[in-house]
């Protein structure tokens, strides 16, 4: 910082010492002009009167030449100090009477041509008594001295350098101009008056300033200190820590202990700026109190919310449960519908040979043809389970695998069941690249997709049910769409198709779950887009892949193994699925 802060009161101490002084400075320099000027005026006013005197004696005395009684008379000048020389000289400028030769030729008076114009003030008939007084208050004949340098000329100095005022006057004898007299009087009287008046005027102007320091002190005190006050106790508020409670709390402790009512307000000024503080403290408290609620609350709140979010927790794991559960019944259901007839096949064969054993005619060649067709009954059953246990086993691996063999994978294990309801199965495959996906993932999407137009194919009971599986290529995407011809989804649920437990199935026929879990799976785990339309008279789901799956996918899927107490793995010997084998190999 270039400059530093002041304080408050010594701003208003040199503010008002400033204007003190400079307005002292003004005062004593107007005083010390006029007073200066008055002593001048009065000064030359004695001149006039000492001159006037002087001029009425001398005139008779130097028009009759009675030179004895002038020298009577101009010894009486000793009793003026100021009064320098008087000479009188005849208006052919020979010296006639000198007061003091000495200082005649000390002062050298200048000798100079008497004006016509100037015998009108010097007339007899210009007596005091007679004087005419002009507009602005002056007499005209002292007019007339002062402004006249022919009759007062400041600049005779004498050798000594004294400065000597010199009045000149025209003695008039009966009508007859018989000299002039010239009076010198030193301007030291005026110089000492001048002198003694300014130290007057310093005594009273260092009086007054010493005065007005004392009041300037005490009003900025008056003025500064509840500003003083008011900082130095909001300097003790510490606000950089206000983040927990209780910081929050110590900062509430602070803002009472304030106190700010003790503050003097001794303007009317600091008295509204220390009643807008009280204001801001009681703002301030109200606030803090009402964060302090607010706080309380949202740690309600919180509370409510972790609650609220444990038991959601719970429930999803639940509908992760009920899911699998549900999945795991529909496909225990389709493998004993796919087994029945294999195994009804096995059954009349193996029968068949029983037979032909009992009765005799049993052939070697008719035997292994029969149990060629058993073995390859077997086989199919072992492709069948080799699926299903794909479809159930737990593992999230990445892998690059082609679209359309994931589909066409798929409706094998749902194939039978819809040649069973007679829906026409139409395949419309266009070229796709491999595509990074997990492949049991969107096999358990498509066919809850594939189960769910089903079951509105077989609900909407028309005779010519149509499925269309179509996928295709769009940019860097990867459509499939299962489109049916059951009529469509209602405009006013189909924002709700994918809700949980929302379903417009017979409620014995459906949870409300595949749906919702399918989309979860589209678009929480493989990062795409599951979406829905009535088009061309049903409902068209579509489901849009990524080339390459997100990086944090395996963080996104849901442990739905680890929810299941179920495992279908061909490796425990009494799991279901090894019964298959078992019959095979006997």
């Not at 000027?37 to 005197?53: D, G, P, V």
């Not at 008076?109 to 008939?125: A, G």
């Not at 007299?181 to 009287?189: A, F, N």
């Not at 009472?256 to 000024?269: C, F, G, V, Y």
């Amino acid at each position: 910082m270039l400059f530093q802060p002041i304080r408050l009161r010594t701003v208003l101490l040199i503010s008002l010492g400033s204007a003190l002084l400079l307005s002292n400075a003004l005062t004593w320099y107007i005083g010390q002009k006029r007073q200066v000027e008055s002593l001048r005026n009065a000064y030359f006013e004695r001149i006039y009167w000492i001159s006037e005197s002087l001029a009425a004696k001398t005139t008779e005395w130097v028009g009759t030449s009675n030179w004895a009684q002038l020298e009577i008379h101009f010894t009486l000048l000793d009793s003026q100090p100021e009064l320098v020389y008087v000479f009188v000289r005849s208006m052919e400028n020979e010296i006639l009477f000198a007061y003091d030769d000495n200082l005649i030729e000390e002062y050298e008076p200048e000798v100079i041509e008497w004006e016509p114009s100037q015998t009108k003030i010097l007339d007899t008939r210009d007596a005091p008594r007679r004087r005419t007084v002009t507009q602005t208050g002056d007499y005209q004949l002292r007019e007339q001295i002062l402004l006249t340098d022919a009759l007062i000329d400041e600049e005779v100095r004498g050798k000594a350098g004294e400065i000597v005022f010199e009045a000149r006057r025209q003695l008039v004898f009966w009508g007859e101009a018989v000299g002039v007299m010239h009076i010198g009087l030193s301007q030291q009287p005026l110089d000492k008056a001048v002198a003694e008046n300014q130290q007057s005027l310093l005594m009273i102007e260092a009086l007054l300033i010493l005065f007005g320091l004392i009041i300037s002190v005490v009003v900025a005190r008056r003025v500064a200190t509840p500003i003083q006050q008011l900082t130095t106790r909001l300097a003790l508020l510490k606000t950089d820590s206000l983040r927990n409670s209780d910081s929050l709390q110590q900062f509430e402790a602070q803002l009472r202990d304030l106190e700010l009512a003790d503050i003097p307000a001794n303007t009317l000024e600091s008295h509204q700026l220390v009643n807008a503080f009280q204001h801001l403290q009681n703002q301030l408290l109200l606030q803090i109190q009402l964060i302090q609620e607010s706080a309380t609350d949202l740690q309600t709140s919180h509370e409510e919310l972790k609650q609220a979010y444990e038991e959601l927790q719970q429930m999803q794991q639940q509908l992760v449960q009920s899911t699998k559960m549900a999945s795991m019944g529909e496909m225990l259901a389709m493998i004993a519908h796919q087994w029945r007839q294999p195994l009804a096949t096995i059954n009349v064969i193996a029968a068949s040979i029983k037979l032909e054993q009992q009765l005799g005619n049993a052939t070697t060649e008719g035997t292994l043809e029969k149990l060629k067709k058993i073995q390859d009954t077997t086989s199919f059953l072992s492709r069948t389970i080799n699926d299903f246990r794909d479809f159930f086993r737990p593992d999230r691996q990445r892998a690059f695998v082609q679209l359309n063999e994931l589909v066409q994978r798929t409706v094998e294990i749902i194939g039978l069941s819809l040649q069973t309801q007679d829906i026409e199965l139409v395949e419309e495959f266009g070229e796709l690249p491999q595509s990074e996906l997990f492949p049991n993932e969107v096999q358990q999407a498509l066919i809850n997709l594939l189960k769910n137009a089903e079951e509105a194919l077989k609900e909407s009971g028309i005779n010519k049910k149509r499925l269309i599986l179509r996928t295709y290529a769009q940019q860097d995407k990867q459509i499939l769409e299962v489109q049916d011809n059951a009529g469509g989804i209602p405009e006013e649920v189909i924002d709700q198709i994918f809700f949980p437990y929302f379903s417009t199935k017979n409620k014995l026929n459906g949870t409300g779950l595949g749906l919702y879990m399918s989309r979860m799976i589209i678009e929480d785990h493989l990062g795409g887009k599951l979406t829905v339309a009535n088009k061309d008279g049903g409902a068209c789901f579509r489901v849009e892949l990524n080339e390459r799956l997100p990086e944090n996918a395996e963080q996104n899927i849901m442990t739905e193994a680890q929810t299941t107490n179920f495992n279908l793995s061909t490796e425990q010997p009494g799991s279901l699925l090894n019964y298959p084998k078992k019959v095979a190999s006997q």
